[in-house]
C-alpha cells in the first residue's frame, strides 16, 4: 500500500465575516499536471465529504497548482503496470481507482452545497470529471478542454455517458471520438462551462467569495454564488470568442451521423479535401483515425445509450466497461506509447473498426461482478 502523501492535495478554508467558511482544496503535483492518482482521490472524498456534513462550510472551490492545468486526467501507470503483470484479468489496482474516482465524481454531481472548479488550462479525462460535477464551472481563456481516451484505448468515462448525451446535437459524439481540444466558448455551449472570467481574474473572485451574505440553506447560497459570478462575467462572455462547436453544428451532425463504418467513410472523404480553413477539424479528424478501433466503436456505442440512463447507473456502467478495457482491449498498448515509452505508435489490438471479431465490444460491457458484488452498488 502506497504511502499517503498529503501535500498532493492541499485544503484550506476561506473564512468569511461571519462563522462561515468556504473549502479550497488544490490539486498539487504542478510537474504531473495535477494528474489524479488514488492518492489524491481518496484524500480529495474524505475532506469533501467532511465538508459536506461540516454546516459551517457553505461552498468548496476546487482548483490546480500552477497556470498550466487544472488536471490533465489520471494518472493510468499504476493501472497500466497491474494489466501488464495479470493479461486478460480485471486487476484490483484497476477495480480500486476506478471505482474510487467515480464515487469522488459522483460526490461531486451530488454534492448540494456550490462547488466551483477554476477550470484554467487543462482540463482532461479525470480533470473533467471532476469539472463536470460541480455546480458552478468556470472557464478562462487560457482553458483546454478535452476527452483524449480513444489515444490510450479507453473511452470517455467519468460520467462522459451522462453528460456527453446531453450535449446539442452530435457534439458529444464529436469530441469522444476526436479528442477535440474545447476553447472556453466551446465549453461554455456544450455546457462543460457555465462561467467565463479571465484568468487574472482568480484574486478578485477570491476576495468578492467570502464577502457573499451566505445563509443556511443552499439553494439561496446557490443563487447568491450565481449571480455574483453572473455579474463579474459578463465583460468576458465577449471575449470568450467564437465556438468552432457552433459554428460548425451542422457539420459535425452530418458528419457524426450514421453507423459507425458510414462516419468513418465520411471522414476518410473529408479529409481527402483540402482542410486549410479549417485546421481545428483536420486535427480533431487526424486523431480520431489514429485513434484505437475499439474505443471508436465504444465511444459510438456509448453515443447510443439512452439519456434516461440516471447519473448512478451510467458510473456503474462505466466502471465495468473501464476494468474490461484494461483487461482485455488497448488500453495496456495506448498507455504504453502514450504515457511509458512515448513512442506514439501504438499497435492496436485490430487494424480497424472492420476487423473487431461479432460481440467482441459487447463483452466489455458484461459487467464482471453480480449486482450485489458491484463496487458501485451504493450509488443510487
Not at 439519456?307 to 498507455?335: H, M, R, W
Request: some cysteine; glycine content about 8%.
Amino acid at each position: 500500500m502506497s504511502e499517503v502523501n498529503s501535500e498532493q492535495v492541499l485544503f484550506s478554508t476561506l473564512q468569511t465575516p461571519s462563522t462561515k467558511r468556504i473549502g479550497v482544496a488544490t490539486l498539487n503535483i504542478e510537474k504531473a499536471l495535477n494528474a489524479l492518482n488514488l492518492n489524491m482521490v481518496q484524500l480529495l472524498a474524505a475532506q469533501l465529504s467532511a465538508w459536506q456534513n461540516d454546516d459551517s462550510i457553505v461552498a468548496v472551490i476546487l482548483d490546480g497548482a500552477g497556470e498550466k492545468a487544472f488536471c490533465a486526467g489520471g494518472d493510468v501507470r499504476a493501472i497500466h503496470q497491474a494489466s501488464i503483470a495479470s493479461p486478460g484479468e480485471v486487476t484490483q489496482s484497476a477495480t480500486e481507482f476506478f471505482s474510487q474516482e467515480y464515487q469522488l465524481d459522483y460526490l461531486l454531481h451530488t454534492f448540494g452545497k456550490p462547488v466551483i472548479v477554476w477550470g484554467d488550462g487543462i482540463v482532461m479525462g479525470g480533470g473533467l470529471g471532476l469539472m463536470a460535477g460541480a455546480s458552478h464551472r468556470i472557464v478562462t481563456e487560457r482553458s483546454r478542454i478535452a476527452m483524449p481516451e480513444v489515444t490510450i484505448g479507453l473511452y470517455p468515462d467519468v460520467g462522459g455517458s451522462y453528460f456527453l448525451n446531453r450535449m446539442p446535437g452530435k457534439s458529444g459524439l464529436f469530441l469522444g471520438m476526436t479528442a477535440y481540444n474545447m476553447s472556453a466558448s466551446d465549453a461554455l455551449y456544450v455546457g462543460i462551462g457555465n462561467y467565463y472570467l479571465n484568468s487574472d481574474h482568480k484574486a478578485t473572485l477570491l476576495a468578492k467569495l467570502p464577502q457573499l451574505d451566505w445563509q443556511d440553506d443552499a439553494d439561496t447560497n446557490h443563487q447568491l454564488l450565481s449571480d455574483m459570478l453572473q455579474s463579474i462575467s459578463v465583460d468576458g462572455l465577449a471575449q470568450a470568442g467564437v465556438s468552432q462547436l457552433e459554428q460548425h453544428q451542422s457539420l459535425i451532425d452530418e458528419l457524426m451521423t450514421g453507423s459507425l463504418v458510414d462516419i468513418q467513410t465520411k471522414v476518410q472523404q473529408l479529409q481527402q479535401h483540402v482542410l486549410e480553413d479549417k485546421p481545428w477539424l483536420a486535427k480533431a479528424l487526424k486523431t480520431m483515425q489514429a485513434g484505437s478501433p475499439i474505443s471508436l466503436s465504444l465511444v459510438h456505442l456509448q453515443s447510443s445509450f439512452s439519456s434516461e440512463l440516471s447519473l448512478a447507473q451510467c458510473f456503474k456502467l462505466e466502471l465495468g466497461l473501464s476494468v474490461n478495457c484494461c483487461a482485455k482491449a488497448d488500453f495496456s498498448e495506448g498507455v504504453r506509447a502514450l504515457l511509458i515509452d512515448k513512442d506514439r505508435n501504438p499497435k492496436w489490438l485490430f487494424s480497424d473498426v472492420a476487423a473487431i471479431p461479432d460481440g467482441f465490444v459487447a463483452s466489455l460491457l458484461q459487467s464482471p461482478w453480480e449486482e450485489s458484488l458491484h463496487p458501485l452498488k451504493d450509488l443510487h
